[in-house]
């Protein structure tokens, strides 16, 4: 019905740059807030960074000024640069999305969420 399919993890020494994708397939009839969460081992799961379907966005308190959160609506794509990455950092993030489907001659709208992508900052 709907994926969410994440890219652009890997090993990066502090102080290094990423960038996360993810892309939406499926039966898209619209895409609302988008967003990027992280967990790392033993910890709960937290909001990275948002943006809704007018571009506003918001950050953690943790990567304020580091990361940055876009969005490219014709390709139904989220993006997260990291930038002055922190072994801190080191968690698995994943990409969520409120999405509208068609179903029928309706929609619904649902949260969707990727498998996830590792992100590892260390030296």
């Known amino acids: 019905q709907v994926q969410l399919v994440e890219s652009g993890g890997g090993l990066v020494q502090p102080g290094g740059s990423l960038r996360l994708s993810c892309v939406a397939s499926?039966?898209?009839?619209?895409?609302?807030?988008m967003g990027w969460y992280r967990q790392a081992p033993g910890k709960q799961r937290e909001l990275v960074a948002s943006i809704t379907s007018g571009a506003n966005t918001n950050y953690s308190d943790s990567v304020k000024g580091r990361f940055t959160i876009s969005r490219d609506n014709a390709k139904n794509t989220v993006y997260l640069q990291m930038n002055s990455l922190k072994p801190e950092d080191t968690a698995v993030y994943y990409c969520?999305?409120?999405?509208?489907?068609?179903?029928?001659?309706?929609?619904?709208?649902?949260?969707?969420w990727g498998q996830g992508t590792q992100v590892t900052v260390s030296s």
């Open positions: 969520n999305a409120d999405i509208a489907r068609y179903s029928g001659p309706y929609y619904l709208t649902n949260d969707y």
């Open positions: 499926g039966s898209i009839f619209r895409i609302n807030a």
